[in-house]
């Protein structure tokens, strides 16, 4: 009998996307880049909200997150070189890429489209940096990496 043992078990528990690994939370990805060495985080919101709205801080586990936007601040025009970028920052394709954005939704595109670019683990930081709205419309009340505390810091 053969018996395989995973990398890391808390991403073999996570079902998988639709079109890339699957959807993670904050406190998950963190688990993850704990566990395993090869985990990658990259933030792809802008560089406005990098700056105003702080990032995360990897320096406790001795990683850097890799900052790439998916789109292009002030526009949004989408970012047609992020794949590039992506690559051009070291980022391997057989590695643990989590991707994280304001809430979820950029980053699930880019999980997407990196898998379909070749990546193999490629997970959505669905509650991302800053979580839900709250009653009043605001977020970094209602989960993300913030409010799960999470390590992050801002210049």
């Not at 996307?17 to 993670?24: I, K, L, N, P, R």
């Not at 991707?99 to 683990?121: E, H, L, Q, V």
Request: net charge neutral; proline share 6%.
């Amino acid at each position: 009998m053969t018996v395989l043992v995973a990398s890391s078990p808390t991403e073999d528990s996570i079902p998988p996307g639709e079109g890339y690994a699957g959807e993670v939370t904050s406190k998950q990805a963190w688990e993850i880049l704990v566990e395993n060495p090869n985990g990658v985080l990259v933030d792809t919101r802008t560089q406005a909200e990098w700056v105003f709205i702080g990032v995360p801080d990897l320096r406790s586990i001795d990683r850097r997150t890799v900052f790439v936007p998916w789109q292009l601040f002030p526009r949004m025009q989408p970012n047609s070189e992020f794949a590039q970028q992506i690559e051009a920052a070291g980022v391997k394709r057989d590695s643990t890429v989590i991707f994280i954005c304001r809430s979820g939704n950029r980053s699930k595109d880019a999980a997407i489209a990196m898998t379909a670019k070749g990546y193999k683990r490629c997970f959505n930081v669905s509650d991302g940096f800053e979580g839900d709205l709250d009653g009043n419309r605001h977020r970094g009340t209602r989960g993300g990496w913030k409010v799960a505390g999470l390590p992050w810091i801002q210049d």
